[in-house]
C-alpha cells in the first residue's frame, strides 16, 4: 500500500480538453496536445495520483493500462464539471477489510464523524471578526451538539437528524452576508450552492481514491447506510473535510472572487461551464492540496483503528 512518503509527491492533475486536443503518451509521461498537435500540457505517471478529465475524450487501452500500472485514477467529468465516470486503480482482494465493514452495524463511528464535522464548523465560524451576537449564539450552539451527538443511545437517525440542524445553523451564519437562503445541492439555485458543489465534488472524488487505496467497499457506510449507487463510506468520510470547502469559498466571496457573470442560468440552476470554472477550481484545490497530507494520514488511520476494531471514540480527527 501507497506510504505517506509516496503520496506527498503525489499530483492531482485538473484537465480542460478543448476541440481537437486530445491525451497521448510519451515516456510514461501523459501528455496533452492541440490540434495543431503541439504539447500543452505534460505528467509524469509516477507522480499522478489522481488525472481529472473535463471534456470530451476517447478513453483508450493504454491509458486505462497505465492508471493500472502507475496506481492513479480517472476521473471523467462533463463540462459542467457533473462525474460521470471514474476508474479507480485501488487495492483489490482486502476480503477481511470489507468483512468487517459488511458485519459492522453501529452508530459509534458515524457519531464521531459528525463530531468532527461540527467542531470544524465551529471554528470557520470563530474565525469571523467582530462576531454578533447571533454568530456567538451559533457557535454556542455547534458546541452544544458536538457532545450531544456523542451520546452512545442516540440511533444513526438522531445523530443525522443532529447534523442536519447544526448545519443549517452554521451556514446560515457563514454566508449571512450573501443572501444565504437554504442548502440546496441537486437545484443549484445559487452561485454558492453550485460553488459548493463543485468543491465538494472534487473533495469527494480525492477521499474516495485514498479509500480505494486500502481496498474499501465505498459503497459500505457507517453513517450513511447502503443505498443503490451511492457510495456511502465515502459519503462518510468527506464529512470532516468539507471545512477545506467552506472557508476556501467564503475567503473567495470576501476577496470578490466570484462573480455571477461566470455562470451560466438554465432553470433557475446556475452552472460553470468550461474555463470559466478554472480559477474556482484552483482556488478548491489549493485549499485541499494545502492539507493534503493530514488528509493521507487522517484515512491511513481510519483504516488501521477500522481493521482492530476500535470504537468510535479512538477513531482519528481533522481539526481544521
Not at 485514477?73 to 460521470?84: F, H, P, Q
Request: with cysteine; aromatic share 14%; glycine share 6%.
Amino acid at each position: 500500500m501507497m506510504s505517506r512518503k509516496d503520496f506527498i509527491e503525489k499530483q492531482f492533475v485538473f484537465v480542460f480538453l478543448n476541440e481537437g486536443e486530445h491525451l497521448s503518451f510519451k515516456n510514461d509521461n501523459i501528455v496533452i496536445k492541440d490540434k495543431e498537435n503541439r504539447i500543452k500540457h505534460q505528467s509524469s505517471c509516477y507522480l499522478l495520483f489522481a488525472l481529472f478529465i473535463a471534456g470530451h475524450c476517447n478513453l483508450t487501452s493504454g491509458l486505462l493500462q497505465r492508471a493500472k500500472k502507475f496506481g492513479f485514477s480517472i476521473v471523467l467529468l462533463t463540462y459542467s464539471l457533473k462525474v460521470y465516470g471514474i476508474f479507480s486503480s485501488g487495492a483489490e482482494g482486502n476480503v477481511l477489510l470489507r468483512k468487517r465493514q459488511y458485519e459492522y452495524d453501529q452508530a459509534d463511528i458515524g457519531a464521531n464523524l459528525i463530531s468532527n464535522k461540527i467542531i470544524n464548523q465551529s471554528s470557520i465560524l470563530r474565525k469571523i471578526r467582530g462576531k454578533s451576537d447571533d454568530i456567538k449564539k451559533a457557535v454556542s450552539l455547534l458546541d452544544s451538539y458536538v457532545d450531544k451527538v456523542l451520546n452512545p443511545k442516540l440511533s444513526i437517525a438522531e445523530i443525522m437528524g443532529i447534523e442536519g440542524s447544526a448545519s443549517r445553523l452554521y451556514f446560515s451564519a457563514l454566508f449571512r452576508n450573501y443572501n444565504w437562503k437554504h442548502r440546496l445541492p441537486r437545484t443549484k439555485p445559487d452561485m454558492i450552492n453550485a460553488l459548493l458543489d463543485i468543491g465538494y465534488s472534487i473533495l469527494f472524488n480525492i477521499i474516495n481514491a485514498l479509500l480505494e487505496v486500502y481496498g474499501f467497499d465505498t459503497y459500505t457506510g457507517v453513517l450513511h447506510r447502503q443505498f443503490f449507487q451511492r457510495k456511502s463510506l465515502t459519503c462518510d468520510l468527506v464529512e470532516p473535510f468539507r471545512c477545506l470547502i467552506d472557508d476556501a469559498l467564503i475567503k473567495a466571496l470576501n476577496l470578490g472572487q466570484c462573480k455571477e457573470s461566470d455562470f451560466s442560468i438554465c432553470q433557475n440552476r446556475y452552472f460553470l461551464f468550461g474555463k470559466n470554472s478554472t480559477p474556482y477550481i484552483r482556488i478548491f484545490l489549493e485549499s485541499i492540496l494545502a492539507r493534503k497530507n493530514e488528509i493521507f494520514v487522517y484515512i491511513q488511520s481510519y483504516y488501521r483503528a477500522f481493521m482492530k476494531g476500535k470504537s468510535g471514540s479512538e477513531f482519528p480527527i481533522f481539526l481544521f
